[in-house]
C-alpha cells in the first residue's frame, strides 16, 4: 500500500526540505517532483541523470563527488537496492558517507540531518 506522507519540522527556515513524498514523487517546500534530483539544505539540482539504480554512471557519481557534503543519502525508489560496488568505492577515500536507502527513509534522514545543519545532500532515484 502506498500512501501520501506530509512531514513536519519545526525551527527550518530557509532550508530546503521535503514535506511531502508519495508513489512516484516528491514534494520539496510543497513543490512536486517526480524526477531523479539531487537536495542539498540550499540548492536543488533537478536535471541530475536519467539512470536507475541498474544503469548508474561512474559520470553520476562524480557529481554527487563533487558537492562538497558530508553526508550523501542515495535514495532507491521504493525499494533499497544497492549500485554496482566500484561506483560506491571512491567515496570513503574522499571522506564522504554515502549511505543507501529507500526513497522514503532517505527523505525522512534528510529533514533530520539538514535540520541539524549537517552538510548532506539526498540523491533520489525514481523507480
Known amino acids: 500500500m502506498h500512501r501520501k506522507v506530509k512531514l513536519h519540522l519545526s525551527n527550518t527556515a530557509g532550508l530546503n526540505l521535503f514535506t511531502a513524498y508519495g508513489d512516484g514523487y516528491v514534494a520539496v517546500n510543497h513543490q512536486k517532483h517526480e524526477k531523479n534530483l539531487i537536495l542539498l539544505p540550499e540548492s536543488l539540482i533537478e536535471a541530475w541523470t536519467t539512470a536507475s539504480v541498474d544503469t548508474l554512471q561512474e559520470s553520476d557519481m562524480q557529481q554527487l563527488l563533487g558537492l562538497g557534503v558530508e553526508v550523501i543519502l542515495l535514495g532507491t525508489g521504493r525499494r533499497l ?39 548532506v545532500a539526498a540523491a533520489l532515484l525514481f523507480d
Request: aromatic content about 8%; overall charge positive.
Open 81 to 119: 537496492r544497492f549500485p554496482a560496488g566500484p561506483l560506491m568505492r571512491p567515496f570513503a577515500p574522499a571522506g564522504i558517507g554515502l549511505e543507501v536507502m529507500d526513497l522514503q527513509a532517505a527523505c525522512r534522514t534528510y529533514n533530520i540531518l539538514a535540520a541539524e545543519g549537517r552538510k
